[in-house]
């Protein structure tokens, strides 16, 4: 189901404490336009499915990357993308858009979003990956 524009730019707005939806309506767009470099077939076009449609756009029409960004650059890119943004503040402009968007997105899209990106991304959704445990039944036996 999709989320609504509304309902989206209201939870960014919390999450990255912006005093305006229209800053948080920037910050969105930035990260999305972005985001959408690094992702590609079914899993982009599932993701913009279920986000407000200006929004879907953003993801499906992205700026352009040369090569997929790691976690660290993805934050360098969007602070020089953004007026006036430090990495720390972009820092949390990424994490306020890409948590929204892995709640639109629901579990199991979202970990399939992951799968597309560098290490890293999983902290920036607000879903830091355990990967310590190893899956059961897959010890190995020397």
Request: glycine share 8%; proline share 6%.
């Amino acid at each position: 189901m999709t989320m609504r524009w509304d309902v989206f730019l209201d939870q960014v707005q919390e999450r990255g404490e912006y005093p305006t939806r229209a800053e948080a309506d920037r910050a969105a767009r930035t990260v999305l336009a972005l985001l959408g470099a690094h992702l590609v077939g079914d899993v982009r076009a599932e993701l913009a499915a279920r986000l407000p449609e200006s929004f879907a756009l953003i993801l499906l029409n992205p700026l352009q990357a040369t090569e997929p960004l790691s976690a660290d650059r993805f934050v360098r890119a969007t602070a020089a993308w953004i007026e006036g943004a430090t990495e720390q503040t972009a820092t949390w402009d990424v994490g306020a858009v890409l948590s929204v968007a892995a709640d639109a997105a629901g579990e199991e899209l979202t970990r399939r979003v992951l799968f597309q990106l560098p290490p890293g991304y999983d902290l920036l959704f607000g879903r830091p990956q355990d990967v310590a445990v190893p899956s059961a039944g897959r010890a190995s036996r020397g």
